[in-house]
């Protein structure tokens, strides 16, 4: 059995560096010039939010999945921001192990997809990972959803989807087709989060 399934905090932050390693190469390319056949290719590095996630410093939607996952979410508004809440809410269901469904369905119609490209700014990456959520509960669906829509955001959205849905059902993350492409953060990792 390998770690990933016995500690969901460790798969949501392999998801993390799968997904923003899937969408780095891709980061600020309009969707309509990401091939579905080349999606792959060029996967390789982690980058900025996943030293975030390991650091503690940078990325406040990254540190909102930190406070997520510790049960911090009561400052994670005032400190991050209110997008970033949303982000520690979902992380900290996903961990608990609840339906993230919910906080989905009540306001989905608020969520569109964003076919044009997904923005870097925070509300443009968290309304794009609510409706990647509401339509995906695979995470290597999800990542791949996310990184297809292109724009600046690309990296950012990819890592979320991972981490949430990594959190979510950590077996998922073995079966990640780019895994062994990805040098993922090593098991002592966890001691800074």
């Excluded at 791949?144 to 979510?168: E, F, K, N, Q, S």
Aim: charged share 25%; aromatic share 4%.
């Amino acid at each position: 059995m390998d770690r990933a399934e016995l500690n969901p905090v460790l798969a949501g932050v392999h998801g993390a560096a799968l997904g923003e390693a899937l969408g780095l190469p891709w980061a600020g390319v309009p969707a309509r010039r990401i091939s579905r056949r080349r999606l792959l290719d060029d996967v390789g590095p982690t980058g900025a939010f996943t030293v975030t996630l390991l650091s503690g410093e940078g990325d406040p939607l990254a540190l909102a999945l930190r406070d997520g996952w510790g049960g911090r979410t009561d400052t994670t508004a005032q400190r991050l921001g209110i997008d970033a809440f949303v982000v520690a809410r979902l992380a900290e269901q996903a961990l608990a192990g609840r339906p993230i469904y919910q906080l989905l369905t009540d306001h989905a119609e608020d969520w569109p997809v964003p076919f044009h490209g997904t923005d870097a700014n925070d509300r443009a990456v968290v309304d794009a990972l609510m409706a990647i959520l509401h339509r995906h509960d695979e995470a290597s669906e999800g990542m791949t959803a996310a990184v297809r829509l292109g724009g600046a955001g690309t990296a950012r959205l990819g890592a979320l989807t991972g981490a949430i849905l990594g959190c979510r059902r950590p077996r998922a993350i073995e079966r990640v087709p780019w895994r062994d492409r990805v040098d993922l953060p090593p098991d002592s990792a966890l001691k800074a989060l």
